[in-house]
């Protein structure tokens, strides 16, 4: 009986109780009030939130969870079942990551339910041993950020196509540039020049085909920029297409423009040259160069404003003006079956002939000293004298050339004179008519091999070194081709 405690011990212990009681439900009230104001900020997350358990079910989840997934009730379900209908997890799975190796993982999966996109980061609760008790899945809506990559991706393909293109118009303005060089502006005031630029003036306005006919260098492209420039298709592109200078095999694709696949190397669309030329005018140089194949495509251009491109089906229609060029007899090329006779009556609408140099002789002077102003502008020489026997010898000369020829043996001599007389670099070519006797020599007489070889390399340089063909150097001094390749390698004349 002595062991039972007493009434008062008993009142002093039942009192602590109640103290320890009391602390109890205060500091379970605290962490339930703490646990609420927890699930309010987890819940009023944009980001959804999910616990998961080493068998994948769904522990807990917040109310951006609940939204995203369609159950009334997520808790208890395998989590790959109830996000994507799946049997098993999903490939590269961040939670079976976690689980496994205990570190942070994050993925991207597009819903196979509505099709949204979402970033889902794995984080590893740790127990009291360092053990992966459970992973907590935060998932946040990426589809309107997916959809602003594919926007961008979109741009920036528009924008390489755009630079591609802008770099086609670029190599083609180069091209333009390139071959004005020398030529800035037509020069001379001899009648058959006039008589030139007032047809010029005659079919400017006109929306009609032009064909340029004249020698290698007289200026047909100057003639076409003229009527270029003072149509009402000014301020449009001008577009030339040197037709000797594309391959046969490339030049409809040049001209039309390719589609994607079209033949090999074809990677992307390319617009062709009469797309680039929309709303100005293209200009095709030595047109009698491109094959009968191709001639009856420009044909229907010609006829129609429409064509396709290479590998399409869909018809553009283009608004140009065409321009054509030609160093060669049309008619004679049309009886030899090389260029179709419907194609030539269509570009001879309004044919302009470009005089030869030697028939407006009036105009060399001229030219001489526009070509010496241009070059002492050029290099920064000091160039004010040209001997009048000099200028002589060049209005006596036949130039075979013509302009271009003239151009290149003022630029040779405004290189090489020591002082402000201009002088000559090398003699003119010996090869005169025979109504003209007059002989250009150099001051001092050369060897018989010296003269052989300036005389091969005026020709060479003339016919911008073709050797053979019709318009070749070996036709131009009257030899044959393998004659002229033999005193080329016995003189080492090679081009540099």
Excluded at 387 to 416: F, Q
Excluded at 485 to 492: D, E, F, I, S, T
């Amino acid at each position: 009986m002595d062991d039972q405690p007493s009434y008062a011990e008993l009142q002093s212990r039942i009192e602590a109780l109640k103290k320890e009681v009391f602390n109890f439900q205060k500091v379970r009230q605290v962490l339930d009030e703490d646990r609420e104001r927890l699930e309010i900020i987890l819940s009023s997350l944009n980001t959804g939130l999910a616990v998961i358990n080493p068998d994948m079910t769904i522990d807990w989840v917040n109310a951006e969870t609940a939204k995203i997934l369609p159950w009334d009730e997520l808790v208890g379900k395998v989590c790959y079942e109830a996000a994507g209908g799946l049997k098993e997890p999903c490939e590269g799975c961040g939670a079976l990551k976690a689980f496994a190796d205990g570190q942070i993982h994050e993925t991207f999966r597009q819903s196979p339910v509505d099709g949204k996109w979402h970033q889902i980061v794995s984080v590893p609760i740790k127990d009291g041993e360092g053990q992966v008790a459970k992973v907590l899945e935060s998932v946040t809506d990426i589809t309107q950020l997916k959809q602003a990559e594919k926007g961008l991706e979109q741009t920036i393909k528009e924008l390489k196509a755009l630079k591609e293109q802008l770099e086609e118009e670029n190599i083609f303005l180069k091209e333009e540039i390139h071959t004005v060089q020398g030529f800035e502006e037509i020069v001379g005031k001899s009648n058959p020049l006039l008589y030139v630029l007032s047809k010029v003036n005659q079919v400017a306005q006109a929306d009609t085909t032009v064909l340029i006919q004249g020698e290698t260098g007289v200026g047909k492209d100057l003639v076409a920029r003229a009527i270029h420039q003072a149509s009402p298709w000014s301020a449009g592109p001008f577009v030339k297409v040197n037709c000797p200078s594309i391959s046969p095999q490339l030049i409809e694709s040049e001209l039309f423009g390719h589609e994607p696949g079209a033949f090999t190397g074809a990677n992307g669309l390319r617009k062709g040259r009469f797309e680039m030329a929309r709303g100005g005018t293209i200009f095709l140089d030595e047109i009698s160069e491109i094959s009968l194949e191709v001639q009856a495509k420009l044909l229907g251009v010609l006829q129609e404003k429409k064509f396709e491109r290479v590998g399409g089906s869909k018809t553009i229609s283009v608004e140009v003006r065409i321009i054509a060029a030609t160093n060669r007899n049309l008619t004679e090329e049309i009886s030899g079956g090389r260029f179709r006779s419907d194609l030539y009556y269509r570009l001879n609408v309004f044919p302009i002939t470009v005089p030869p140099l030697r028939n407006r002789r009036e105009d060399i002077p001229l030219l001489v000293e526009h070509f010496v102003a241009m070059f002492v502008k050029r290099s920064g020489k000091r160039i004010d004298q040209i001997p009048k026997p000099l200028m002589e010898r060049l209005v006596d000369y036949h130039w075979p050339g013509n302009v271009r020829e003239l151009c290149n043996v003022i630029e040779r001599a405004s290189i090489t004179c020591p002082g402000p007389e201009l002088r000559l670099s090398e003699p003119l070519s010996l090869d005169l008519p025979a109504s003209h006797g007059s002989v250009d020599l150099p001051d001092s007489f050369l060897s018989l091999e010296e003269m052989e070889r300036c005389h091969i390399l005026n020709a060479l340089k003339t016919t911008s070194w073709c050797v053979s063909g019709e318009g070749g150097a070996a036709k131009l001094l009257k030899i044959n081709p393998s004659t002229l390749r033999n005193r080329m390698k016995k003189l080492g004349l090679k081009r540099s």
